[in-house]
T-cell receptor
Framework: GAGVSQSPSNKVTEKGKDVELRCDPISGHTALYWYRQSLGQGLEFLIY????????KSGLPSDRFSAERTGGSVSTLTIQRTQQEDSAVYLC?????????????FGPGTRLTVL | DQQVKQNSPSLSVQEGRISILNCDYTNSMFDYFLWYKKYPAEGPTFLISISSIKDKNEDGRFTVFLNKSAKHLSLHIVPSQPGDSAVYFC????????????FGTGTRLTVIP
């Protein structure tokens, strides 16, 4: 079946602009995660959605970052007033039920460049 | 604060030899450990995992070893193949909480034909 898809694959924006990144998880997966990988860094957790529960936003670096998940499927990560330090690859992952042993399947990522 | 560390950013190994990738962690609450493999322009793909109740898990050419007392795990690939050339990320998760993964910074493995 189809894997996790993300769009766009690349996004170049000017400092101060807002951007939206989209994630389509694997059909039927109830858990969805956003991570980002900055240059020379490991993947950093941002936010976690599980079913209809309130999301875990503990990894969001600032209030400029927000995410929503509509209908328990597609998720959008929004970065407002982008800064140069937001430049990174943003990765989305989904898992079947969010249990700690469930494999997380990653999308190809969106490379964000803030000029 | 990097809770999962991969101190070797790169490793080169001859084809057919063993590749050993190392990972250390600091959080004693971690109970589940994973290795992901990543090719350029692709997302990480799951490779192998181990729970804290085990000290070894094997899957074909890949074996993960866990030393809880030392907070250390390693991935052994034997024999190494050119197609194994990729960036390998070590990751850990806790039983409680969001079940998000804590990743290391990765080790780039190059297998020389």
């Amino acid at each position: 079946g189809a894997g996790v898809s993300q769009s766009p694959s690349n996004k170049v924006t000017e400092k101060g602009k807002d951007v939206e990144l989209r994630c389509d998880p694997i059909s039927g997966h109830t858990a969805l995660y956003w991570y980002r990988q900055s240059l020379g860094q490991g993947l950093e957790f941002l936010i976690y959605f599980q079913g209809n529960s309130a999301p875990d936003k503990s990894g969001l670096p600032s209030d400029r970052f927000s995410a929503e998940r509509t209908g328990g499927s597609v998720s959008t990560l929004t970065i407002q007033r982008t800064q140069q330090e937001d430049s990174a690859v943003y990765l989305c992952a989904s898992s079947r039920a969010g249990a700690w042993t469930d494999t997380q399947y990653f999308g190809p990522g969106t490379r964000l460049t803030v000029l | 604060d990097q809770q999962v560390k991969q101190n070797s950013p790169s490793l080169s190994v001859q084809e057919g030899r063993i590749s050993i990738l190392n990972c250390d962690y600091t959080n004693s609450m971690f109970d589940y450990f994973l290795w992901y493999k990543k090719y350029p322009a692709e997302g990480p793909t799951f490779l192998i995992s181990i729970s804290s109740i085990k000290d070894k898990n094997e899957d074909g050419r890949f074996t993960v070893f866990l030393n809880k007392s030392a907070k250390h795990l390693s991935l052994h690939i034997v024999p190494s193949q050119p197609g194994d050339s990729a960036v390998y990320f070590c990751a850990a998760s806790k039983v409680t909480g969001a079940n998000n993964l804590f990743f290391g910074t990765g080790t780039r493995l190059t297998v020389i034909p």
